[in-house]
């Protein structure tokens, strides 16, 4: 229902004169209401709206950067379990192919001894050293069914179906490493940590944007209509009352006081900023602290695997005369055994040197956010026959 009186109105209408103290009067009771409404709102200045916007395309490079991180992550834990499942299929074929050296040299020794050739404790120094051989393949023997177990889960590759795993038969080209401030300079400027924290460090600048001034405006164009119709009976029969506004303007909002809310989110805001900007400067340092190492890692490591190379030559060749010099007398089994443990270990030591030079060129790649799969493909033409991290 609604009900209006209007006393001592003036009256006048073409025609009828004009007349003073009119009073008019209307009501409607039981009746049907009806309203309808649109607005249209188009933003032409607000700079918190702005910053919100610059905000969103920010996370989205964020995450864009994240994704690919991850991927490269991915990429270079599956080359370090691949590798560690290598090593240690590598460090059992050592020590099984000792095991049938010493073997070997056992039987021997006991035939020489039962001609009186050898004393007994040849005998005893090659039974002491087998079963210690023995011991160390069945703890190899674990070490590889774990390193598989893990490459597995990774993978997702069934374990029986990892075999033929392939060690680095050499070492990147020379110009792999390449320079030193180069590839600092790579790092500082695509390492995805790096990228993430400027990503950050804008985002907390868009923040802060939003309440740098003391007075921010919003500025909208704005169109509005709507229309009300009251229907129904009345007092003095039947009524009605309708009424329709339409209106097209720019609106101007522009806070005056917010008690201090909007200064202390600014100052919030800033401190923010400073933050971002720490945190940026500490993953930059970590970033091409670790490119360092890495670029080091290949170099020295290089120069390592090749005196570890010129090693294994000179423990097979000490081995050869080793043999040669016992089968003369001149060589004790114990010399014997020794040389051939001094030539595995040789072997082993020079394949994690490989190992770990192909691994830290991977790192390096990483920080620099090159770490692809061509990259991978590379590695693997460095691999020797099996199966390579990029199959």
């Known amino acids: 229902s609604a009900e209006s009186a209007t006393r001592g109105a003036h009256f006048s209408a073409p025609g009828t004169g004009s007349s003073d103290g009119v009073a008019f009067d209307t009501s409607v009771h039981g009746g049907t209401r009806t309203q309808a409404g649109l607005e249209l709102r188009q933003p032409l200045y607000d700079r918190q709206r702005d910053a919100q916007a610059e905000q969103l395309r920010l996370a989205v490079q964020r995450a864009e950067l994240e994704w690919s991180d991850a991927q490269a992550a991915l990429m270079l834990r599956t080359a370090e379990r691949y590798f560690d499942l290598a090593l240690a299929a590598e460090q059992l074929r050592l020590i099984e192919r000792q095991l049938e050296a010493v073997t070997r040299a056992r039987v021997e020794a006991q035939d020489r001894f039962e001609l009186g050739d050898k004393p007994i404790t040849d005998v005893h120094e090659a039974a002491a050293r087998a079963e210690g051989l023995r011991a160390q393949r069945l ?45 600092l300079g790579r790092v500082a400027q695509h390492s995805p940590v790096v990228r993430q924290a400027v990503l950050r460090l804008h985002g907390a600048e868009q923040e802060a944007r939003k309440t740098d ?107 050869d005369a080793t043999r040669t010099g016992r089968e003369a007398g001149d060589r004790t089994t114990l010399d014997l055994l020794n040389a051939e443990n001094d030539a595995a270990a040789a072997r082993l030591a020079l394949a994690q040197a490989r190992v770990q030079v192909q691994l830290d060129g991977l790192r390096l790649a990483r920080l620099a956010g090159a770490l692809d799969a061509p990259r991978l493909h590379r590695l693997a033409d460095a691999l020797g026959p099996g199966r390579a991290p990029a199959d």
């Open 213 to 319: 001034l003391p007075l921010s405006p919003v500025v909208d164009l704005v169109a509005r209509a709507g229309r009300e119709r009251l229907s129904g009976s009345g007092d003095f029969g039947r009524a009605s009352q309708r009424q329709t506004q339409a209106s097209v303007g720019v609106q101007l909002t522009l806070p005056l006081y917010t008690g201090g809310a909007r200064s202390a989110r600014q100052d919030e805001a800033v401190a923010r900023v400073a933050q971002a900007q720490a945190e940026l400067d500490r993953a930059r340092q970590e970033a091409l602290q670790q490119a360092r190492a890495a670029w080091l890692g290949v170099s020295v490591g290089r120069g390592q695997a090749a005196a570890l190379a010129a090693a294994v030559r000179a423990g097979d060749a000490r081995l």
């Open 139 to 183: 703890a190899a023997q674990a070490q590889v069914e774990l390193r598989r177990a893990a490459l597995a889960d990774l993978t997702g590759l069934p374990p029986g179906e990892i075999a033929d795993l392939a060690l680095p038969a050499g070492l990147p080209a020379d110009g792999e490493a390449g320079d030193l401030i180069e590839w």
